[in-house]
């Protein structure tokens, strides 16, 4: 098909123009690695959540005592009732805001020379979060325009991650004049433009009809695989988080703790087969109930 | 047969359909109010006439004309001198307005500090404060005296619609600067300024108008000598008990407040137009 054919030349060009993280790059500060060994380095974890518990200034507690390791190269789902902190949690692995108790590590290797950590973070808010006074084009510019890139030379590569979410035609409207799902894309695609090693993403696609959302989907994957980024995603669709992830992280009702860390022990590529068998049925089974009991375990109203 | 049985139902189609459509929106937004307000000058101008009312208590519109006429230069004179005036206290409202809520988003502790004298200047009748700014800028420097106190004026509105815009950014837009490493420089340029500028915008508005009662308010205050703007041509004028001329200088300060409001408004307009929601027009 040519729309598949499309996809793919996207990834490719995506891939030629990116200089591919490697082992070196994200030396563990903790765990041992050999360098050599292409196993072990799918473990390494990336960021250390140690003992997290956020409780706001209102007395809202959002999250109580989480331990979660991600690791390099995993594509995380975090799955959970609504309020029970999965928004606090991504802004807090992003440096916004500080923990109640407990701490955050990065590798040291990811902190720059100001101390502040994830030199090569993209980050999509739950909401579109555009300035509605610049373009599209202007919007997905801005994380190059900030580091200091030229308009021209930014160019194709805002071009490229307009393409990507299917915004080309759009590049010179303004945020008013698109839909929600659009804006959103436009959100995404400034997540994309600088080519973050890792993604933190909350609920991006749930404005999106099924039929673009499936797209984003297998272009996510296509990217994650290529480009051996790491990915924190929040969803509300179980669907959606079996089909991306190699793993899903259930939390409880608010004060959100981990009730389930479900490994999805499918194989990469996945595609619309993989939608349709077996495995994925009970995998979704399997989620959902471990969502049903984690949402019975909460203690606030949702 | 058929084209004359037709014609009368196109003409009263005619004027609906024109009035729905927008240049006749825009054409009648025009029309109607100087159409009213030239009806109620002719009004004026018959009722005058008619009652036979005294020009010393209300001078028919066309003695005002005349007393305009026959005063041009000396009047011409005076409106440039209060139009300047009101432009340089406007300007300079604006740019300390700006530069200072600017400042005190950056360092909290001077706004702390310096905001609530803000707020006892902005309370603080001008009148009042009026005859010791004469004393301490000087008698001989009288336009100085007027341009400080029209600017006092003018300043308020403009230093707490900033600041209150620079305090309504997007928390989520601030996140991604900062997740960007963004400046502070690039901050204020690239996302505090824009977003606030609707609001920026607003207090300019009022700012224009107040600039202009200002410098008539010093102007009066002030008294004579080298003061000799509008509102100085009205005392004058009420001194003689030669009303059309009182009016005429009065006709002239309006007009002085029309252009500034109409300039704004358009100011607003053009950098709004693209992307705020009171400037759109949004198709449905
Ligand atoms: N800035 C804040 N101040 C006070 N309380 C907050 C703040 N942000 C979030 N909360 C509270 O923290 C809890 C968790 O919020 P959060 O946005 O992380 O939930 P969520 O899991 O992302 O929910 P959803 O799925 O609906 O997006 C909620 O109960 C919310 O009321
Ligand atoms: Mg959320």
Redesign the pocket.
């Known amino acids: 098909m040519a729309r598949e054919g499309n996809v793919v030349n996207l990834v490719e060009n995506f891939k030629t123009s990116i200089v591919m993280p490697t082992a070196q790059s994200f030396p563990a500060k903790t765990v041992p690695v050999m360098e050599s060994d292409a196993v072990a380095t799918s473990k390494r974890p990336i960021i250390r959540i140690d003992g997290v518990t956020k409780t ?1 200034r ?1 007395g ?1 507690n ?1 999250l109580e005592k989480i331990d979660l390791d991600i690791n390099a190269g995993e594509f995380v789902s975090l799955v ?1 009732p ?8 991504l802004r807090l692995i992003a440096g916004l805001g500080t923990a109640s108790a407990g701490e955050i590590d990065w590798p040291t290797s990811t902190y720059d020379a100001k101390g502040h950590p994830m030199p090569d973070l993209g980050f999509v808010f ?1 909401e579109p979060t555009l300035m509605p006074w610049r373009t599209v084009f202007d919007n997905v510019y801005l994380p190059l325009k900030l580091g200091g890139v030229k308009r021209k030379d930014a160019h194709d590569r805002v071009t490229e991650a307009l393409e990507m979410t299917g915004l080309a035609r759009f590049a010179a409207a303004y945020p008013r004049q698109l839909s929600g799902g659009m804006k959103m894309r436009v959100s995404i695609a400034r997540a994309l433009v600088k080519r973050p090693k890792i993604l933190l993403m909350d ?1 991006p696609f749930a404005a999106l009809d099924e039929i673009t959302r499936t797209k984003l989907n297998n272009d996510l994957l296509h990217l994650w695989e290529q480009q051996g980024w790491t990915v924190v995603f ?1 969803t ?1 669709s179980i669907y959606e988080s079996v089909y991306l992830s190699s793993r899903i992280v259930v939390m409880t009702g ?1 004060p ?1 703790r981990l009730s389930d860390d479900i490994e999805i022990d499918a194989a990469y590529p996945r595609n619309e087969a993989f939608r349709t068998s077996s495995d994925y049925g009970e995998y979704c089974t399997r989620v959902s109930a471990a969502l049903h009991s984690a949402s019975a375990a909460g203690d ?1 109203e949702h | 047969m058929s084209v004359i049985a037709t014609e009368p139902r196109r003409l009263r189609l005619l004027p609906l359909h024109f009035m729905r459509s927008e240049t006749a929106g825009r054409w009648l937004h025009a029309v109607v109010p100087i159409t009213f307000v030239l009806f109620l000058v002719v009004v004026w101008e018959i009722a005058v006439r008619e009652l036979g009312v005294s020009k010393v208590i209300l001078p028919a519109p066309s003695v005002i004309g005349e007393a305009l006429a026959q005063n041009w230069p000396v009047l011409l004179r005076s409106l440039a001198i209060t139009f300047s005036v009101m432009i340089e206290a406007f300007l300079l409202a604006v740019l300390s307005g700006i530069g200072m809520s600017v400042i005190f988003a950056r360092f909290r502790i001077l706004e702390m500090a310096v905001f609530p004298l803000a707020v006892i200047l902005q309370v603080t009748p001008m009148i009042a404060i009026a005859p010791l700014l004469l004393i301490w800028v000087g008698l001989d420097h009288v336009d100085r005296a007027l341009l400080i106190l029209a600017t006092v004026v003018a300043f308020f509105p403009i230093l707490s619609n900033t600041t209150l815009g620079l305090r309504s950014v997007d928390h989520n837009l601030r996140d991604l600067f900062l997740l960007n490493r963004a400046t502070s420089w690039q901050r204020l340029v690239e996302l505090e300024l824009p977003s606030s500028l609707p609001y920026i915008l607003g207090g300019m508005k009022i700012s224009g108008g107040l600039a202009l009662i200002g410098s008539v308010v010093a102007e009066f205050v002030a008294g004579s000598g080298s003061a000799t703007g509008l509102a100085w041509r009205i005392v004058e004028a009420a001194n003689d008990l030669d009303t059309p001329r009182m009016f005429a200088a009065l006709f002239l300060l309006s007009g002085l407040g029309v252009f500034n409001f109409a300039a704004l408004t358009a100011l607003q307009h053009l950098l709004l137009r693209t992307w705020h929601e009171s400037a759109i027009r949004t198709e449905r």
């Open positions: 706001y209102n809202t959002a959970g609504s309020g029970c902190g999965k928004s606090t949690l739950q609920e929040v509300h608010r959100g606030g």
